[in-house]
Structures are given as structure tokens and as C-alpha cells.
């Protein structure tokens, strides 16, 4: 196998400019560029130039239409990384029906509840098709029982299934071109509804000047699990669309030797590569010194930051340890986005890195304004700048009256425009809360501008509301990790409904053993939230990996309140920790 190019010996770069993910295919087939996998030994298991990929595609299409499906019919992917998913993704464009990625099991030990959450997934998009990989098949046969499925098997036996006699019809502008479940860190995932025009439109923001400024040779290098919006639309389709080639590492691979996704970018000569800032810790965490000279990431142009909030003493790390590698720190492009706008809503200027907003937690907490205040004052909160709106799109802050804030104050933020889903699959209750008549969708996040840059603050649902005052949960998970017994990640803070007062708990994944040293961190850390934020809290140290996660990890905090409630109302009791007197 060779790997499949950089650039393209001919062909013009094309960016997005196409109508259709059909008919973007087709474009990027004429040239040499393609995908490639590696494993977590940093071996090349497939490399399949675009022009290969898109006869696989067609073949598939036809194979599709040999089950009897009908035009729109969903075909349901559990979205492992590898060659097939593309296959079965891009034969449903040139099909006309919809595929729907669906999450891979998070790990061992949690069959039953992978099954429920799967069942759950099925019945909400009413697949007619499940393809899983072959290992996977028990599981996806036990979550479909009882559904009215037309085929479930492996992309194998999917290949060996006849051929349909039919003229391809692909998907059209303002067909589906497939549903984006959301991570569902507030509820159980919903199905996003993303028409060929929203998915380009938004494509042609993420890889146009006003966001990557993607040009020819461009490298893209992605870890990111297909079923998360950023994996899909950022490094599945964005790639793509541009003609570039992309180097791909399995998720669990990544997750278990991180160092490999630094050395494809070193090796491959990436350009682009984006991760969560949990990526970052965990990369700059298993870092040795040898793995550091060993690296070359001087080519590395575009180290993209999303899907969680961005904790910059992170990225400050991270960069401070690859500096000898021939890191830029200006390569840092925090960005804005949400399924539902199919993927990017902002992206500040290149070139910048991570521009942080000092603000006085007072005046956040009690006012709702962002107030700056000096490198010096020590009752400060951080946001990061996550830029401009795309070009076309409208972005606003508004209050609960719905009245247009000015700038500095913190509110609900809205988008507009033509990225915005149609609407959620099947749900036109829920579809109504977030989007109304005129094309507003509520993001459900709160956030302010600054030069008319947006800074998110956090989910609206997530804000823990004590005595009038507006508190952050980020803050207080960030004063967790900062103990030395605690890991970036391994902290959950959220508020318990109560009569009269709510109460402030803050679970804490613990390496302890000891019973001294597990009562000195419970006590300490109650201690400096109430000393530093004001607030009186519960600390429970839990096992590791017991803390709920959405399919893309990121924390759910409405899920951790609710196992919480049911605990209480097991009968169990809780330590309250001392709080300072």
C-alpha cells in the first residue's frame, strides 16, 4: 500500500463549492489525494485514493437499493473508523438514502447499557438498515430485536448481497444528507436533521478563508470518532470536499498511545488536526522526552481546539512541551460549534492562538456582565475567544425576554443561517423549543461579544444558580483539578434541587486509597471553593471512570444529578465534607 498524496498533480483545488456530497465526490475522484488508516502501531492498514472510493460508493448504492429500500430510508452505521463506514456513508448520497453514524461502545463492562442507549437510537431515527462491524454484530442484534429492520449485518455481507438494477439518483439540495445524533450531554440524543445545502454551506465556512483557509497540499490528521460532528463533518466530509488527503488513527487507538497521532502529523506532514483540549492534556501527559525530539510539528499550521470548553493552561502546556518539537503556539484556533448548525459556527482569525478574556467573577456571578479586570485581581474568570461568525450566518445575545444584548453582557446565544438544521428527526416538540419560525436556533449555551468576537461562558442548563448568584460549574471543576491528587477531566460539579435551598455537589474521580488522604482532599477541597467562589458544597470522591459521559466525552452533568437523586433516594448516605467555618 502506498499512502495517498498530499497534493494533487492537476487538479485545481475546489473548496466546497459543489451543491452536493455526491457531487463533491465525484470532483475529488478526478484527482489522486484519498484517505488512509493507521493503527495504534503506527502501521498503514488501508490507504483508498477518492477515485477508488468512489466506485466502492457506487457499487454500494446499488447493493443499498437491492434491499428494497425506499428514497429517505435511514441506514444505521455504528461508525467504527475504517474504509467501510465511507463506503456505506457515501452509497447512501449516491443512493438517495440517509445514513445515521452511531456511537461505538465506549469501553468493557458496559454492554447492557450501550445496547439500551442503541435500541434507543434505532427506534428514534426508524432505521431500516443496521451495518456493524463483524465484532460488533452481537451487540447490534440484540439492541435491534423485536425492530423492524430489513437487513443487520457486516459491511462484508453487505458486499455480497446483489446488485440492483437501477439508475443512481442522488440525494438532492434539500434531501437529507444524513441525521448527526447529538452527544445528548442534557437529554437522550436527538437526531439532527442536515440537508445536502446546510452541510455544504457549512463546509464551504469551515474551509474557506474565513475559517481553516485550507490550500493545496493541505494534510489533514484526525483521531475524532465519525459519530461526533467534528469527526464527521470536520475530517470525513471537510477533507473531502477540498481534495485532501487525510491520515486517520482509531479513537481507542488514540486513546491508549497518543504519542501516534503526533508522529502522523511529524511523519505525514500534517497541516491540519483538531481535538478536544482533553486531547492536548492526554498527548502532552504520555509525552516523553525522547518521544519530543523524536517529533517535527513545525508543519502543523492549524491545531484546532473544540467540542468542550477550552481550559488554556492546557493548551499552554501542550505547546510549552512541543515547543522543541517545532510547535507554534499561534497555531491554536479555538472554535464555536454545535451539531445543529452541522458543525462550525466561529472561528477567530488564524494566526492569533488562544486569546483569553480576564473577567471579574463578581460582577459575572451577580450582574451577568463580563467586566475585564487586571492579569493581578485574583477573583477572575476566563473565557476563551472563539471568533467571528462564518460568513452568511448571524449570531446574537439575547436575554430571557428575547431583547439583543449589547456586548460585554452574558446571554443566550442564537444562530442564524444556512448551516441551521432543519429541524430534530421525528421530534417537532423538541424541534420548536430551539428553532422558531424565523430560523433562529437556540444553541443553548450562554456566552457574550467582545468586538463582536464571541467568548462562551457554558450551557445555560449546566449554570448552578445559589442565592441569585449565576456560578460557573467549569470554575469549580477547574479548582478541583488543580489539586495534585486529581486529573484534568475527573471533576463534575452541578446542583441539587432542594427545598429550601438547592444543594452544590462536586464528585471527584479519586486514585486514593488511604482513608486520611481521601478526607484531607475532601476537606481541602470544600474548603478552597468556599474560600475562592463563596459557595458551601458537597464533595463525594467516586471510582475512576464512574463519572457519566456523553458519546464524545464530554461531562454530563444532568446525567450525574440524576444518578445522584436516585442514590438519595436509595437510602444511601453521603459525606458531607468540612466546610470552612
Keep these: 500500500m502506498i499512502v495517498t498524496p498530499s497534493p494533487n498533480q492537476s487538479l485545481p483545488q475546489r473548496l466546497a463549492d459543489f451543491s452536493t456530497l455526491s457531487e463533491s465526490l465525484d470532483y475529488a475522484a478526478l484527482g489522486q489525494t484519498g484517505v488512509n488508516f493507521y493503527d495504534g502501531r503506527y502501521r498503514l492498514t488501508a490507504a483508498v485514493p477518492y477515485a477508488e472510493l468512489r466506485l466502492q460508493a457506487l457499487a454500494m448504492a446499488k447493493r443499498l437499493h437491492g434491499l428494497g429500500l425506499k428514497r429517505g430510508d435511514r441506514v444505521a452505521v455504528i461508525a467504527n473508523t475504517s474504509p467501510a463506514f465511507m463506503e456505506i456513508f457515501y452509497g447512501c448520497q449516491y443512493a438517495g438514502f440517509v445514513p445515521v453514524p452511531l456511537p461505538v461502545p465506549a469501553g468493557l463492562g458496559n454492554r447492557d447499557i450501550y445496547v439500551t442507549r442503541l435500541r434507543g437510537l434505532l427506534e428514534s431515527c426508524g432505521a ?18 423485536g425492530l423492524p429492520i430489513t437487513f443487520l449485518g457486516s459491511c462484508d455481507e453487505l458486499r455480497a448481497r446483489p446488485a440492483a438494477d437501477v439508475v443512481l439518483e442522488p440525494s438532492k439540495p434539500d434531501e437529507l ?8 450531554s442534557t437529554r437522550f440524543p436527538r437526531g439532527v436533521m442536515v440537508t445536502q445545502r446546510a452541510a455544504m454551506a457549512n463546509l464551504q465556512g469551515i474551509v474557506g478563508p474565513a475559517g481553516l483557509a485550507v490550500r493545496p497540499g493541505d494534510r489533514a490528521v484526525s483521531w475524532l470518532p465519525y459519530y461526533h460532528d467534528m469527526g464527521l463533518v470536520g475530517f470525513v466530509l471537510g477533507p473531502m470536499v477540498s481534495q485532501l488527503s487525510v491520515d486517520y488513527l482509531g479513537t481507542h487507538d488514540f486513546a491508549m498511545r497518543p504519542r501516534q497521532w503526533l508522529r502522523l502529523i511529524s511523519e505525514n506532514r500534517g497541516t491540519i488536526s483538531f481535538a478536544p483540549p482533553f486531547g492536548y492534556d492526554l498527548s502532552a501527559r504520555r509525552a516523553r522526552s525522547d518521544d519530543v525530539e523524536s517529533l517535527d510539528l513545525s508543519c502543523w499550521r492549524v491545531a484546532g481546539v473544540g467540542a468542550e470548553p477550552v481550559r488554556p493552561g492546557i493548551l499552554q502546556q501542550f505547546a510549552d512541551l512541543m515547543a522543541p518539537a517545532g510547535f507554534d503556539r499561534r497555531a491554536f484556533l479555538p472554535s464555536y460549534g454545535l451539531a445543529e448548525a452541522a458543525l462550525a459556527v466561529s472561528f477567530p482569525r488564524q494566526g492569533s492562538g488562544v486569546q483569553i478574556d480576564r473577567v471579574d467573577r463578581l460582577e459575572l456571578e451577580r450582574h451577568g456582565r463580563a467586566v475585564p479586570c487586571s492579569d493581578s485581581y485574583e477573583a477572575a474568570s476566563t473565557f476563551v475567544n472563539c471568533g467571528h461568525v462564518l460568513p452568511g450566518h448571524e449570531l446574537v445575545i439575547l436575554d430571557d425576554d428575547d431583547r439583543k444584548l449589547p456586548e460585554g453582557e452574558i446571554g443566550r446565544v442564537k444562530v442564524r443561517g444556512p448551516s441551521v438544521m432543519s429541524g430534530y428527526f421525528g421530534d417537532p416538540v423538541t424541534t420548536g423549543e430551539v428553532l422558531d419560525k424565523n430560523g433562529w436556533l437556540d444553541t443553548g449555551d450562554l456566552g457574550y461579544l467582545r468586538n463582536g468576537e464571541l467568548f462562551i461562558t457554558g450551557r445555560r442548563k449546566d449554570l448552578i444558580i445559589v442565592h441569585g448568584r449565576n456560578i460557573w460549574p467549569e ?32 464528585q471527584v474521580e479519586c486514585r486514593l486509597t488511604d482513608p486520611e488522604q481521601r478526607e484531607s482532599l475532601t476537606d481541602r477541597l470544600a474548603k478552597l471553593i468556599f474560600s475562592d467562589v463563596g459557595v458551601r458544597c458537597w464533595v463525594q470522591l467516586v471510582p475512576l471512570h464512574s463519572l457519566p459521559r456523553t458519546s464524545s466525552g464530554k461531562r454530563s452533568r444532568a446525567e450525574a444529578c ?10 444511601d448516605t453521603m459525606k458531607l465534607a468540612a466546610a470552612a467555618r
Design 128 to 145: 431500516a438498515v443496521v451495518v456493524a462491524p463483524a465484532e460488533m454484530l452481537p451487540l447490534a442484534a440484540d439492541a435491534a430485536s
Design 177 to 184: 444528507a444524513y441525521l448527526q445524533y447529538t452527544s445528548g
Design 475 to 506: 470554575d469549580l471543576e477547574h479548582l478541583a483539578e488543580r489539586q495534585p491528587e486529581v486529573r484534568t477531566g475527573d471533576a463534575i460539579a452541578f446542583l441539587v434541587p432542594g427545598d429550601p435551598d438547592p444543594q452544590v455537589v462536586v
Design 562 to 571: 440524576q444518578r445522584f437523586l436516585k442514590w438519595q433516594a436509595a437510602g
